[in-house]
C-alpha cells in the first residue's frame, strides 16, 4: 500500500457534550485530492482542525505526513505544521492596512523561513514566482484590499504554495465567489495538482467546485462518514436527493460533477 498523506482512524472529536466528529477510518493516499462534501454543519471545518493539532480528540489518531499529531508538543507540532499549506475558509477581514498582495504571499515565506529573519533573495524569488504562476504578478504591488474576491481567495492559495508544503488543506476556496471566479479557482486547484502532484484535501459542498483530479470523495453527514469512494459513486441521483431536497439530479460528465432539478439530461 503507499503512503498516506493523512489518516484517521477511529477518531471521536466532542464540544461538551455533542459529537462533533466520529469516523472510523479515512485515509487519503499521497499525491490524490480527496474532497471531503457534506451538507453544513457535518463536520468537515473540524476535520481540518484536527488534522492541524487545533482540535483535540476524545479518542482516535490522526496522522499527518507520518506524524500522530497529537502525540507532537511545541517545535515538533510547528514543525509538522509548516509542512502543510492551509487556506482558511473565511479571508482575513478587509483592511485598509497598506499591506500588498506580495506582501501576503511572503507571509508563507515566513513560515518556511522562520518567523524572526529576514525573507532572502531566494525567498522573494518563491514569493514572486507563485504570483506569477497564479497570474497575479500584475497586482504584486496592489493592496490586498483593493482588489477582488476571487484574486484575494488566489492570493492566499498563492501564500500557502509559497511555504512549500507537502499537503494542501483547502477550506471551501470558493466559497462567496461568482461563478466566473468559481471556475477560475476550480482550474487554478486543477493546475497546481497537475504541476506539482501536491496532496490536496479540499473540503466543499458543491459538486461544480470538484476538480477533474479529485477522484476520492468522502461524505460526511452529522460527523460520521456516510459514503466514500469516486464521486460518480458517492454522488448518485438518489442519495443527492436525500441529501438536498427531492427531484434533483446528480450528472457526471468528461470529471466534472454537478446538480440539476429532475428531468436533466443522463
Known amino acids: 500500500m503507499s503512503p498516506a498523506s493523512l489518516e484517521l482512524s477511529n477518531l471521536?472529536?466532542?464540544?461538551?457534550?455533542?459529537?462533533?466528529?466520529?469516523?472510523?477510518?479515512?485515509?487519503?493516499e499521497t499525491g490524490t485530492i480527496l474532497a471531503?462534501?457534506?451538507?453544513n454543519g457535518a463536520g468537515k471545518t473540524t476535520f481540518l482542525r484536527a488534522c492541524l493539532g487545533l482540535t483535540p480528540p476524545s479518542r482516535g489518531r490522526v496522522t499527518v505526513l507520518g506524524?500522530?499529531?497529537?502525540?507532537?508538543?511545541?517545535?515538533?507540532l510547528a514543525g509538522l505544521r509548516r509542512r502543510i499549506g492551509y487556506v482558511p475558509q473565511l479571508l482575513p477581514a478587509r483592511s485598509e492596512l497598506p499591506i500588498t498582495l506580495r506582501e501576503v504571499v511572503a507571509i508563507g515565506r515566513t513560515a518556511r523561513a522562520g518567523l524572526f529573519r529576514r525573507l532572502s533573495r531566494h525567498d522573494w524569488e518563491v514569493v514572486d514566482q507563485w504570483l506569477e504562476r497564479l497570474g497575479l504578478a500584475s497586482l504584486a504591488g496592489t493592496a490586498f484590499s483593493q482588489v477582488s474576491g476571487g484574486e484575494q481567495r488566489k492570493a492566499i492559495i498563492?501564500?500557502?504554495?509559497a511555504q512549500e508544503p507537502e499537503l494542501l488543506l483547502l477550506d471551501e476556496p470558493t466559497a462567496n465567489?461568482?461563478?466566473?471566479?468559481?471556475?477560475?479557482?476550480?482550474?487554478?486547484?486543477?493546475?497546481?495538482?497537475?504541476?506539482t502532484r501536491i496532496s490536496v484535501v479540499?473540503?466543499?459542498?458543491?459538486?461544480?467546485?470538484l476538480p477533474p483530479a479529485c477522484r476520492q470523495v468522502v461524505l460526511l453527514e452529522t460527523g460520521r462518514v456516510s459514503a466514500s469512494g469516486c464521486p460518480e459513486e458517492v454522488f448518485t441521483t438518489e442519495r443527492v436527493s436525500r441529501l438536498y431536497g427531492a427531484n434533483l439530479d446528480a450528472l457526471h460528465r468528461a470529471g466534472r460533477h454537478a446538480v440539476m432539478p429532475g428531468g436533466g439530461a443522463p
Open 36 to 39: 471531503l462534501m457534506g451538507p
Open 177 to 195: 465567489l461568482d461563478l466566473g471566479w468559481r471556475e477560475r479557482i476550480v482550474e487554478t486547484i486543477q493546475a497546481l495538482y497537475e504541476q
Open 12 to 28: 471521536t472529536v466532542h464540544a461538551g457534550r455533542r459529537c462533533l466528529l466520529d469516523v472510523d477510518r479515512v485515509r487519503a
Open 158 to 161: 498563492a501564500r500557502a504554495m
Open 202 to 209: 479540499l473540503v466543499c459542498h458543491e459538486l461544480e467546485v
Open 67 to 76: 506524524e500522530n499529531v497529537f502525540a507532537l508538543r511545541g517545535a515538533a
